[in-house]
């Protein structure tokens, strides 16, 4: 039998995902404390993310932007087939030189599926001594198969397992949007 091919549908676009990410900035006050707070970005897609959270989280405070750490984590493909049996993470020496004990992180990524890299990221964290991370990711599937969650969510969506949420941001994409990708199982009807 025949497998109808994927379908493609936007759910968010550029104006509605600005006030996700407002809405974010918002919620990621509460986790600010008196303690200095930095913002790490998985790599791809989590670091401009992260920058546009740092810029609405200037907006709301008026203080100097957050400090913003890149780290490069990769398991999955952007078609989610695994690139890696076990997660990559590549350091960053410059989170190295910080007094984690004291600082307060917000690790920011595009989607919480399985949980793998936000599972890996917050493992590296605290073994350079940080003792408080929180996460915020622009979409949780609800699908998570570590003992992580994200204490900030912009989006929840349930799609079927084998459906993509694909998140484009800016540079990697020309347009900042959120869509699925539907591919078709037997007995679907297009």
Do not use: W
Not at 48 to 56: C, G
Not at 102 to 116: K, S
Not at 164 to 189: K, L, M, N, Q, Y
Request: glycine letters at 4%.
């Amino acid at each position: 039998m025949n497998r109808p091919a994927p379908s493609r549908a936007r759910l968010y676009d550029e104006q509605d995902l600005d006030s996700v990410l407002r809405s974010m900035a918002q919620q990621a006050l509460a986790f600010m404390t008196a303690q200095p707070t930095v913002l790490v970005g998985i790599q791809r897609r989590g670091e401009p993310l992260a920058r546009r959270l740092q810029l609405h989280l200037h907006r709301l405070t008026g203080a100097a932007p957050l400090p913003l750490y890149p780290i490069k984590v990769k398991r999955y493909a952007d078609d989610l087939s695994i690139l890696h049996a076990y997660t990559q993470l590549t350091e960053n020496p410059e989170l190295a030189k910080l007094d984690l004990a004291d600082t307060t992180l917000l690790v920011v990524d595009d989607v919480l599926y399985e949980g793998h890299s936000l599972l890996r990221t917050c493992a590296y964290l605290a073994e350079l001594g940080a003792r408080r991370v929180f996460s915020a990711v622009l979409v949780d599937r609800h699908v998570c198969h570590q003992p992580v969650h994200a204490q900030i969510v912009g989006i929840h969506l349930q799609v079927a397992e084998q459906d993509i949420v694909e998140c484009h941001v800016p540079p990697f994409e020309a347009d900042f949007s959120v869509e699925v990708v539907r591919h078709g199982r037997a007995g679907d009807t297009a």
